[in-house]
């Protein structure tokens, strides 16, 4: 069965640090660009991080740059999102997803782009 499963998110307070997983199950992370989004209660999704799997570009959108490293694991087939100096408004669900071929974390921020997969979502919430 392919799938992505997301985990690591929790309850934390302002300026702590956080690491969510996003696991692939029934295909390889090899030729793929992963992204990460989160939606806050009442806002859209947003893209906020992707990598390209295959030669290890990234990006992040300017509100998490700096704080937010996202890195892959060619060995578990995972890829990572580590959050630090967390906000209050970094609380979302986050949500991963997968795309093959494009080689551009970009991406992420392009509206209505068309990603083959996605996971369920981990909350992450910040409390100050």
């Known amino acids: 069965e392919v799938q992505l499963v997301e985990s690591g998110g929790d309850l934390v307070q302002a300026g702590g640090s956080l690491r969510l997983s996003c696991a692939a199950s029934?295909?390889?992370?090899?030729?793929?660009?992963v992204g990460w989004f989160r939606q806050a209660p009442g806002k859209e999704r947003e893209g906020v991080s992707g990598?390209?799997?295959?030669?290890?570009?990234?990006f992040y959108v300017d509100s998490v740059r700096g704080r937010f490293t996202i890195s892959g694991d060619n060995a578990n087939n995972t890829v990572y999102l580590r959050m630090s100096s967390l906000k209050p408004e970094d609380t979302a669900v986050y949500y991963c997803?997968?795309?093959?071929?494009?080689?551009?974390?970009?991406?992420?921020?392009?509206?209505?782009?068309?990603?083959?997969?996605w996971g369920q979502g981990t909350q992450v919430t910040v409390s100050t």
């Open positions: 997803a997968a795309v093959r071929g494009s080689g551009n974390p970009f991406i992420v921020i392009w509206p209505g782009y068309e990603w083959t997969y």
């Open positions: 029934g295909f390889t992370f090899d030729d793929y660009v």
């Open positions: 990598i390209s799997f295959s030669d290890g570009d990234t």
